[in-house]
T-cell receptor, first 113, second 109 residues
């Protein structure tokens, strides 16, 4: 248990659906991240929030929309996804502005059908 | 890009042997970290080595960092079946933690 909780753990959605992934941490961290992990590819950094402000957006398609309402919660809103978006989506948190470790959630396994 | 590249991509050894994984990166960094991932699960932090450090130990883990060669190695001594997992290096610059593709380590009993 890392202190970072992701829900749901598994999600199957159609290409026309709208769904949201949730990430929650109560570690007192103020930086949160979304990563995408596809088979045989490196972890791709999607978004970084520091102090609730988005500081990184790695050319992610607009069908992925992040939201960080406070330093403990992070969402990833999904709409009109494609089958190639099927992957493990990992949330992580860390203290902002310091060189310390990141704590990862268990991930959401997303399948787009 | 600061992306680390691990070598080898896959490693299979006998229990009790030592496992060495290497990581190379491209730009200057603040620190380099190693993580472990069991199949389909989240990543777990193993060890962090700062750019001004050359070697660090944690239990059966030994990490080295050579900033002149932009490379790092992770040594796991006296491997156990439970060490079977994927291992990733990650380089950290300003606010970003960027991962490599990982090494898949299999320990055979």
């Amino acid at each position: 248990e890392t202190g970072v909780t992701q829900t749901p753990r598994h999600l199957v959605m159609g290409m026309t659906n709208k769904k949201s992934l949730k990430c929650e941490q109560h570690l007192g961290h103020n930086a949160m991240y979304w990563y995408k992990q596809s088979a045989k590819k490196p972890l791709e950094l999607m978004f970084v929030y520091s102090l609730e402000e988005r500081v990184e957006n790695n050319s992610v398609p607009s069908r992925f929309s992040p939201e960080c309402p406070n330093s403990s919660h992070l969402f990833l809103h999904l709409h009109t996804l494609q089958p190639e978006d099927s992957a493990l989506y990992l949330c992580a948190s860390s203290p902002a502005g310091r060189n310390t470790e990141a704590f990862f959630g268990q991930g959401t396994r997303l399948t787009v059908v | 890009s600061q992306q680390g590249e691990e070598d080898p991509q896959a490693l299979s050894i006998q229990e009790g042997e030592n496992a060495t994984m290497n990581c190379s990166y491209k730009t200057s960094i603040n620190n380099l970290q190693w993580y472990r991932q069991n199949s389909g699960r989240g990543l777990v932090h193993l060890i962090l080595i700062r750019s001004n450090e050359r070697e660090k130990h944690s239990g059966r883990l030994r990490v080295t960092l050579d900033t002149s060669k932009k490379s790092s190695s992770l040594l796991i001594t006296a491997s156990r079946a439970a060490d079977t997992a994927s291992y990733f290096c990650a380089t950290q610059g300003a606010q970003k933690l960027v991962f490599g593709q990982g090494t898949r380590l299999t320990i055979n009993p």
